[in-house]
C-alpha cells in the first residue's frame, strides 16, 4: 500500500495570514501541510501525507453568498487531490472556525463520500449543528492545546483513511455521535458498577456509562376561559379497548392508538378489556369507567359545568414507549380531537 | 454476627444417562426414571415430564424456558435453627447462610413448559408466560448465563384446568426436588474447590450495601423469599449468604429478559463481586431485599425511604442498585439511588436503556433522577435481535409468540428477528452477569 | 414529588390508584360513580387554573402537594 494521503481545512489565522483583521481573506491553496498538517504528518511517520491544504477566513466562508461561490471550486480542487480523508480545523472553542470547518466538512463528505473529520472542544456551538454530518475529535479549547489535540486528530485521520472501524467515543477520542450500539465490554456489568460505586465513594474520577438526560420542559396549556360552551374528550393511556383488541394495540412499547365509540348499554366488562402490560388490570377490567369515566362526564355535562362530551375515546397502551413513540402518538391523537372540536380533554395514565 | 458459609463446588464435565443416578470426578449420570420418582410427590397437576441436555457448544435453542436452579444441597448447617438448601421451598423457611453447602458446578436444571394462555392463567395483560428464548451460539451466547452450562432441561406438560398457582407451584417443587437430588449425590465426596463466604468487617473500609429490588405482581411474576411471595414485604435486610444458600427464588415467567432466576439469586454475580473485593476494599454490609413494581407513589415513596434508611442505618458509604423488571421497576430504583444520596450515601445502579434502532430514538432511560450519574449500561432493550437458524431446539417444537395479536407459532429451530429483546431469557442484564453493554459510537 | 410531575406533566389529578385512575374498587357503586365525578370536578378546576409549573390536585383530604389544597 502505497502512502495515503489527507486534505486539510484551515482557516487565515493557522494559515499564517494573520488573526480577526484577516478573517476577510478568501481562499488559498497550498500544495502540501501548512499549521497543523505539519504537526499531523510527523505523528503519522510515512503512513500519510498531506497532498493539499485549503484555508479560508473564516468571516469569509461564513458568509452564505461566499460559500456559494467558492463551493464547486473546493470541490474541484478536493476531487483532483485524491484525498482519502479530510481533515478540518481542530477548530477547538472557536464558533466560526468550527462552522467552516462543519460544513466544508459535510460539503465532501455528501457530494463526494470521502470520509472527514474535524476537532473541536465539546462546547463548540458548531459541534450541535454538525455532530452527525463529521466526525469530530474531541479537542482542547484553545489553541494552547494543540500538543494533546493533534495526536487525537491525526490518529482519527488514519483509521479513516484506512477506513478501519472506529473504536467507542471514549476510546477513540470523539465526541459521541449518539450512536449507541450492543456490544461485548472487557467486564461484566457487575464488576463495572462495583468499581464505579468504588470510584464514587473514594471521591476519584469516573465516567458513567449512560449520560443523565436533558430535560425538556413542556409549557402547561392556557387555562380553558368558559367550561360550559366547550367539548370534552376521554383519552387513556390505560390500554383499555373492545374486547379482542380489534386494532392488535401492543400492549408493550405501543405504536399506535385506537379511537372506539362508547355505547353506555355496552360500556361494561363484557365487552371491553385492557391489554395494557404493565400494571394488574383486574381492577379496569371489572369497569372500564376505572379509565374512561363516561357517566361522570356526562353527569358534569346535564348539571352545565361542561358543554359536551365527545360519545368516544381514544386509548393505547403506556408502557414502554420511548419519547419520540410517545411524542408522535400524541401529536396524531391531538390533531385528530383538534379536528372533531374537542378542546381539552380528560386523560387518565396508569 | 457475621455469618460464615463454606461453598463446596463439584464440578460437571459431563452427564450421562445410565442404571442409577451417581457423581464421580465430574461426571454425573442421570437417571430419568428415578428423577420422575423424586419429582411425583409434586407433581399432581403434572401430566408429564421429560428430559433433555443441553451441553456447551451446541448450536441450540431452549424455548418456553421458566426458572433456572443452581443445584445444591446443604451438607452442615446449625444444629436447631440452620436452613437448608432453598429455604422454604421443599424445607423449613430457617434461617440459611450458614455452615457447608455442595455445589454442582457448570451445571443447571432448567424448567421448561409451555403454560396455558388461556384466560384463567392470565386474569390480566401483564400476567401471562410469554416465550423465553436461550441461543448458545453467536453473539447473542452473551444474552444468557447458561450458553456454558451443561443443562438438564425438565420438560413439563401440565394437566388441563387447574389454576395458574397449582402449576407453578408444582413445576417449582419438582424441579426442586431434582435439582436437590443431583447435588445430594456430592454428599461425602471431596471437592474438586471449596471457597469461604464470611463478611466481618475489617476496620477502615467503606461500608457497602446491595440493593436487590425484585418484580412480584402476582402468580407467574412473583419472587418467594423463604418460600413465600414478597407482595406486602418491607425492605428486609438479608446476608449475603442467605442469598447464597438460595432464600430467594425466581417465578417470573412475563417478562423473559429482566427475569432474574434462582440460579442467579444464588450466584449473585453482584454478590459475588462484592465479596471478592470485601476486606480489601470494602465492607459488604449485606443486601437490602425489597419488592419493585410498588404499586402506587406512596407506596415507591415509603420503600424508597425505608430502604436509605436502612443503608443508613448501616452506615453505609456506598451502595449498588439492582432491580428486576422495566419501567415500573426502575421508578423505584431511581427513587432508592435519589433518597441514599441525599443521605450522603454513593450510589451506582445497573439498567438497560432504550435509544431506539440505534441510540438515537427518544431518551435512553424510561425514568431517571438528577442524583443518578454513576449507571452501568447493560446493553439496549431496542435494538432488532437477529437469532441464526439453530441445529436443534430444546423445551418444544415451536415459538410462542404475540399472544396479543392472536399468535403466532414459528418453528423453533429457524432463523427469526426480534424488534427488541424482550423474549431473550435474561438478556436485560439486569443482575449485570453480562459483558453486554451499549457503547456509545 | 410523584411520577407524573417528575416527567413533566402539567396538571395533575390524584384520584384513584395507578390500576384504576378514576375509581376505587372498595367503594359501593353509587360511591364510586360519586367519588369518579369528583375527580372529574378537580379536573375541572385544574383545567381552569393557570399554572406555570407541573402541579398536582388531590381530591383525598391530606394527600397531593398542591398548594391549592393543603
Known sequence: MGTLKALCYINQFFAGLGGEEMAHEGLHVYEGAKGPGIGMEGLWKGEMKVVRTLACGDNFFNLEQNYEAIKDQLLELVKEAEPDVIIAGPAFNAGRYGVACGKFCE???????????????????????????????????????????????????????????????????????????????????????????LKKVQHKPFVTEVPLRKEELIPAAPPIQDASKIKFGLITMGGLVPKGNPDKIKMYAAESYGTYAIDLSTFNKEHYESVHGGYDTTAVNADPQRLIPYTAALNLQKRGLIGSVAPYFLSTCGIGTNVGMGKKLGAAMAQQIKADGIEAVFLTST | MAMRLTRRYYPVTELKEGAACAYEAGVLTVNYDELKEVAKPYGKNIEKLWFEV?????????????????????????????????????????????GVTNLLEGFAVMECAALPWDESNASSGLLYPREAIIQTKGFYKHYTPFADTINLICNFEVMADKSSEEYDNDIRKSAMAIAQHLAKLTAEQEPAREEVFDNTPVEGLP???????????????????????????????????????????????????????????????NILELYRRHGVDLNFKGVIFARSHQPSNWHKDRCGQLIAKIAAQLDCQGLIMQWEGGGNAAIDGMLVVQNAERRGISSALLTFEFGGKDGTEGQL?????????????????????HLEAVD????????????????????????????????????GNQSGYSRITAHAY | MSIAESVGANRIIVGGDFTYPTGDPTLPPEREEAYRVRILEKSLEAMLKPIDKPTVFSVRKGEGESKEDA
Not at chain 1, 484553545?142 to 473504536?167: D, W
Not at chain 1, 477513540?172 to 450500539?181: I, N, Q, V
Not at chain 2, 432511560?365 to 435481535?385: C, I, Q
Not at chain 2, 399468535?407 to 427488541?420: H, M, N, Q, S
Request: proline share 8%; with cysteine; hydrophobic share 40%.
Open chain 1, 107 to 197: 460539503l465532501v463528505s455528501d457530494t463526494l463520500g470521502i470520509p472527514t473529520v474535524t476537532g473541536m472542544f465539546p462546547t463548540n456551538p458548531a459541534v450541535g449543528m454538525y455532530l452527525r454530518k463529521t466526525l469530530i475529535a474531541d479537542c482542547a479549547e484553545t489553541a494552547a492545546g494543540m500538543r494533546t489535540s493533534l495526536p487525537m486528530l491525526a490518529a482519527l485521520a488514519l483509521k479513516l483513511a484506512k477506513r478501519e472501524p472506529l473504536a467507542p467515543a471514549n476510546v477513540d477520542k470523539y465526541l459521541p455521535t449518539g450512536l449507541r450500539t450492543n456490544e461485548v465490554d472487557d467486564n461484566s456489568a457487575a464488576y463495572r458498577v462495583v468499581d464505579m460505586m
Open chain 2, 54 to 98: 443441553c451441553r456447551p457448544n451446541e448450536n441450540a435453542r431452549i424455548i418456553h424456558v421458566l426458572d433456572t436452579i443452581q443445584p445444591m444441597y446443604k451438607a452442615e448447617a446449625p444444629q436447631d435453627w440452620g436452613g437448608k438448601e432453598y429455604p422454604g421451598i421443599l424445607n423449613h423457611p430457617h434461617t440459611a447462610g450458614n
Open chain 2, 207 to 269: 461500608n457497602v450495601a446491595l440493593v436487590w429490588m425484585c418484580q412480584n405482581q402476582g402468580v407467574y411474576a412473583n419472587t418467594l423469599l423463604y418460600g413465600l411471595p414478597i407482595y406486602d414485604i418491607v425492605p428486609t435486610l438479608l446476608e449475603p449468604n442467605e442469598m447464597l444458600d438460595g432464600a430467594v427464588v425466581g417465578g417470573n415467567y412475563v417478562w423473559p429478559t429482566y427475569k432474574i432466576p434462582s440460579y442467579i439469586h444464588a450466584n449473585g454475580p
Open chain 2, 365 to 385: 432511560l424510561v425514568d431517571d433522577v438528577p442524583e443518578a450519574d454513576a449507571v452501568v449500561s447493560t446493553g439496549s432493550w431496542e435494538r432488532v435481535v
Open chain 2, 392 to 427: 436443534v431446539a430444546y423445551g418444544g417444537p415451536v415459538l410462542r409468540l404475540e399472544k396479543e395479536r392472536g399468535g403466532l407459532f414459528p418453528d423453533a429451530r429457524e432463523a427469526i428477528d426480534f424488534e427488541t429483546n424482550v423474549h431473550m431469557y435474561m438478556g
